[in-house]
């Protein structure tokens, strides 16, 4: 069964085949009305279930109309609705949905409900952003990057801020499509120590450094995220904001990396807080080509679920 839950579960040479199949899907697609069909269908006939505890745009709206360029269709399914949220277990939910749909779609809190999720279903299981990873959203990064600068492999990736969930899942992809990966934040906010020694244990030299002047040095890429996610406390912002604002990507940060580095952020943003309106739409930024991307990777994802 082709689940993909997450980027450091899934073989490097199955990651390079759908970024190089979402490139190819882009580029056929250049000049087309969103709502027309691809010329291939590889999903027609399938049905697609979405499933969101909790709330998103980019997710849900690249996947609906991504599947629907495939030729399938799809329902998309709000967590609190379903029994799901009121006691039914994960496991019977999985096999009751497994009788209706050919994939399933899960943004949830805990990784275990995924893993539950992809344990008990008969279909394919795509991890749509959990507490812990964000895997479709680095590979809608990996198209960006090599759209605008070629090759990902052995550059200079640093991530600054919270080390959450999108980070989680950049460590993986360091690790498996080997670039270097330097992390700068406050202690507390550290990537998961697993994380880290995954992507080393690949040979890709991973850093974490408390300076983020001296962190972006020969930067290729700098990578920031909210400083307080979904599944963050309110409690936690006000600290939060206090022990993060010295890694705000602003133009002084941007003017230690190298000239032509780009800047991502999976959005949603909080403008001039963890990147200031001038990164966010200035030159090296590439935010909305992400978003775009999500579509496309994900494309690629849905397929090789499918075996298509
Ligand atoms: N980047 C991302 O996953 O956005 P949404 O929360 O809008 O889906
Ligand atoms: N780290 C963020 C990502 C949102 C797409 C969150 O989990 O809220």
Known sequence: MN??????????????QMIDNAHAMKQARKGQPKGT???????AGQMVALIFEKPSTRTRVSFDVGVRQLGGQTMVLSGSDMQLGHGETIADTARVLSRYV???????FEEETLLEMAEYASVPVINGLTNRTHPCQIMADIVTFEEHRGPITGKKVVW?????????????????????????????????????????????????????????????????????????????????????????????????????????????????DEATSEIMDGPHSVVFDEAENRLHAQKAILQWCLGK
């Open 3 to 16: 689940h993909f839950l997450d980027i450091h579960k899934t073989s490097p040479a199955d990651l390079r």
């Open 37 to 43: 069909a691809d010329t291939a269908q590889p999903l």
């Open 102 to 108: 050919d994939l399933i779609m899960i943004r949830t």
């Open 160 to 272: 600054t801020g919270d080390g959450n969930n999108v980070c989680a899942s950049f460590l993986h992809a360091a690790g498996q499509f080997g670039f270097d990966f330097t992390f700068t934040g406050p202690a507390p906010l550290d990537p998961e120590r697993e994380w880290i020694d995954f992507a080393r244990a690949q040979g890709v030299n991973v850093e974490v450094e408390r300076d983020p002047i001296k962190a972006v040095a020969g930067a290729d890429l700098i990578v920031t995220d909210t400083w307080v996610s979904m599944h963050d406390p309110e409690s936690a912002k006000e600290r939060r904001h206090n022990q993060l604002r010295p890694y705000q990507v602003n133009e002084e940060l941007m003017r230690h990396a190298n000239p032509d580095a780009l800047f991502m952020h999976c959005l949603p943003a909080h403008r001039n």
